[in-house]
């Protein structure tokens, strides 16, 4: 793989998690001769300074995005509107715009009509990334050996693809083309409905922990046991870690993939319908078989290489 860099000038807007690991996997590799930065807050555009990750911060992303050859959005999903409609009027003929969005066809919808004649839009979705948000906690290595999904639109610019993809590439990642709309609904599979899941799990324990709580006294002082947090070793604790995953992220992550979503939900009811009558009815039989096929697709994902973890938190690829 060429060692030269793969952009003369990159802007990131947005230096989170995924800007952040982005931006420090650049500058680490050189795959972009000038890095730029842009985040909403003056705290954020200092701390990711202070870091090293960047070679310039701009206060406006307009500033941030002038010349650049790549633009890479890092926001929310619900922020890239605002955030296109800004940057629109700044950015040079042949730029390519891409995104690290967790949903794909909100962000064409939102992105698109903002861009100039002349500037390619290449979705990207990075499947990597922790529970944990905001500058200091990226690291170069979040991407290495996750699938990086692309999703331009048919007649794209072949070379703005292949440049994007290129990017990904030595990043670490290994990079898949899809269509938008397939995209949404198979990561609303493997990815939305497993947060909201444990999102209802972790909300619904610790509601019913209220009601469990077991007061004590000893020596006259009143002593409360936190039973659920306690024994969380049990399961419990692994859906925590999922659910402490960013809220305003996620909130428009279900806003903006809100069909497909529905959709997998309904089918998941009906499924846990079906185990609870097995529970209620007694049959062993078919908890077992369903258990036994559940238990081979962990297996599967081992295979595939996408059980590991770079980060001595666990990682949570969403
Ligand atoms: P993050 O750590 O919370 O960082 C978000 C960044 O966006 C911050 O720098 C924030 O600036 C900035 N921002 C937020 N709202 C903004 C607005 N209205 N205008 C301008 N800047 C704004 O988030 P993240 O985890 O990196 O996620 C970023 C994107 O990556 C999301 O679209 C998400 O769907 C996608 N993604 C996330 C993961 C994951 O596991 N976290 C994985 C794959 C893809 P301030 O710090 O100044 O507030």
Same mark, same amino acid.
């Given at each position: 793989m060429s060692d030269t860099p793969i952009y003369n000038r990159v802007a990131v807007i947005g230096l989170g998690l995924i800007g952040s690991s982005l931006c420090r996997r650049m500058k680490r &590799?050189?795959?972009?001769?000038?890095?730029? @930065?842009?985040?909403?807050?003056?705290?954020?555009? $200092?701390t990711s300074m202070a870091l090293g990750f960047l070679d310039s911060v701009h206060e406006s992303a307009a500033d941030a995005v002038d010349d650049a050859d790549l633009v890479v959005l890092c926001v929310p999903v619900g922020a890239n509107a605002a955030v296109a409609e800004?940057?629109?009027?700044?950015?040079?003929?042949?730029a390519t715009v891409t995104d690290v969005g967790s949903v794909k066809m909100a962000v064409i919808r939102d992105v698109g009509p903002h861009l100039p004649d002349g500037v390619h839009l290449v979705p990207g979705h990075p499947v990597a990334g922790t529970e944990h948000s905001g500058p200091e906690s990226g690291f170069p290595e979040l991407f290495e050996d996750r699938y990086c999904i692309l999703t331009p639109a048919a007649g794209t610019d072949q070379k703005a693809v292949d440049r994007v993809s290129d990017l990904w590439q030595?990043?670490?990642?290994?990079?898949?083309?899809? &269509?938008?709309?397939h995209h949404d609904r198979v990561l609303g599979i493997t990815s939305h409905l497993p947060h909201l899941i444990a999102y209802t799990i972790v909300g619904t324990a610790s509601d019913l922990e209220h009601q469990l709580r077991r007061e004590d006294t000893e020596?006259? &002082?009143? !002593? $409360?046991?936190?039973?659920? !947090?306690?024994?969380?070793? @049990?399961?419990?604790?692994?859906?925590?870690? !999922?659910?402490?995953?960013?809220?305003?992220?996620?909130?428009d992550i279900f806003l903006n993939n809100r069909e497909a979503v529905l959709e997998l939900l309904g089918r998941f009811v009906e499924d846990l319908t079906a185990l609870q009558r097995s529970i209620r009815w007694g049959e062993g039989d078919a908890l077992e078989d369903f258990f036994t096929r559940t238990r081979a697709v962990r297996r599967d994902v081992i295979d595939m290489k996408q059980a590991?973890?770079?980060n001595p938190t666990e990682r949570e690829e969403e």
């Open positions: &590799d050189g795959l972009a001769a000038h890095v730029a @930065g842009h985040a909403r807050s003056a705290a954020t555009r $200092e800004a940057i629109g009027p700044s950015l040079k003929s042949g030595r990043a670490g990642s290994k990079v898949e083309l899809l &269509d938008a709309h020596n006259g &002082d009143l !002593i $409360e046991t936190r039973e659920v !947090i306690k024994y969380s070793a @049990g399961g419990f604790r692994d859906f925590t870690r !999922i659910a402490a995953s960013d809220p305003v992220m996620w909130r590991g973890s770079f």
